[in-house]
């Protein structure tokens, strides 16, 4: 049990010793004197951390190994004095969100905060990683956050509506071309209506209220580390008001005032560190799971209107028809995020909805003919 702790300690102590050595080779190759200061900060947690393991080995007994830079973190220090720092901070997000996943199963690691100091590594290079990162207003990437919000409500509708209408045309068009009965028709197409709005549904119900349960968790977590070492919370919150461009005394003054509310700073760090509203929680799950349900039904039960109004050809054609109409009008929808020519994106997606169509109904016409009906 010993030999297994002090394998891990050792591990863990040459990659925090790796990370602290190449983000002090980062601030010495960085020219911009704020980030420089940043990268510093980010290597004295990484040493704090060493400092933990060197303890541990201590304690059992075991030498303290030899630091050594493997070639991946001489690469990364390569890459960023010949391209900028900019340039590796994938690499670096991708190496802290490991470091905060490996320390979670350790509970030493726990007892100390890494996993959540890791994870603040994390959002501290993704923040940098922003075209609005260092340099950029505060408030004008917190407005930013709301505009992609709203975006993504209006796309999640416009695909929504999409799906509905896509799929449902295909499956209505492939019984057409078996059999043109409209009371077939009509029944595959209600059945796929309601059997793809309640997927839809029940997918987006399950994404949502597991997206709130893991909220709840990391924010109960973040409540017991602003309750176990409030100085730690303040440091990790300083650094990210500097990522994104505070000088370091604004952002500490900033983050120390905030920290001494303690739901003043739960409010924050959720919103800063976890990227998490704590008042929403990600939205409803039930009303994401009635508004996935209705968009889809309202996309099917297009291709439907042909067959309730008319039978035959007639039936077939009209429900390609309006089908066009609704496909039109999601294509110049999509333009809203795309900024692309309306009759563009409105045309290209009539073709390939309708092309769709077409395939089905060609392979209904094969089987059809194939069972004889």
């Not at 933990?52 to 070639?71: D, M, N, Q, S």
């Not at 399950?206 to 709840?216: F, K, P, T």
């Not at 039930?286 to 996309?299: C, P, Y």
């Not at 692309?340 to 077409?358: H, N, P």
């Amino acid at each position: 049990m010993a030999d297994d702790r002090a394998a891990r300690y050792r591990t863990n102590l040459l990659e925090e010793r790796e990370a602290a050595a190449l983000y002090r080779q980062l601030a010495e190759a960085e020219p911009d004197p704020n980030l420089a200061a940043i990268y510093r900060q980010l290597a004295e947690m990484e040493e704090r951390h060493a400092a933990v393991w060197e303890a541990r080995l201590r304690e059992l007994g075991e030498p303290l190994p030899p630091t050594k830079l493997r070639w991946r973190a001489r690469l990364i220090a390569w890459l960023a004095k010949r391209f900028g720092a900019n340039a590796v901070l994938p690499m670096l997000m991708a190496a802290e969100e490991d470091a905060g996943s490996g320390y979670l199963s350790q509970p030493e690691a726990r007892a100390a905060g890494m996993p959540a100091q890791e994870r603040t590594h994390f959002r501290v290079f993704r923040t940098l990683s922003l075209p609005s990162g260092l340099g950029g207003p505060v408030v004008a990437q917190l407005e930013g956050r709301h505009r992609t919000a709203g975006g993504n409500a209006l796309r999640a509708a416009v695909l929504g509506a999409n799906d509905g209408l896509v799929s449902n045309l295909s499956l209505v068009m492939g019984v057409a071309g078996a059999t043109l009965e409209s009371s077939s028709v009509l029944v595959a197409g209600f059945a796929g209506l309601l059997a793809g709005a309640l997927s839809m549904a029940l997918g987006e119900w399950l994404s949502v209220q597991s997206a709130r349960e893991l909220y709840a968790r990391q924010i109960a977590i973040e409540r017991e580390e602003i309750e176990a070492s409030p100085e730690d919370e303040a440091a990790e919150l300083a650094l990210i008001y500097q990522a994104k461009g505070l000088p370091r005394d604004q952002a500490e003054r900033l983050a120390a005032s905030i920290v001494a509310s303690p739901e003043s700073a739960l409010e924050t760090l959720s919103r800063e560190e976890l990227g998490i509203d704590p008042e929403e929680l990600g939205g409803s799950a039930w009303v994401a799971a009635g508004t996935s349900f209705l968009l889809f039904a309202i996309g099917a039960i297009i291709p439907l209107f042909g067959f309730l109004f008319a039978s035959g050809t007639s039936a077939v054609v009209l429900s390609a028809a309006a089908s066009a109409v609704g496909l039109f009008a999601i294509g110049a929808g999509i333009t809203l995020f795309t900024g692309r020519s309306v009759w563009f994106s409105g045309v290209r997606q009539v073709l390939f909805g309708l092309a769709a169509a077409a395939i089905t109904f060609g392979l209904g016409k094969a089987v059809g003919v194939g069972l004889g009906l």
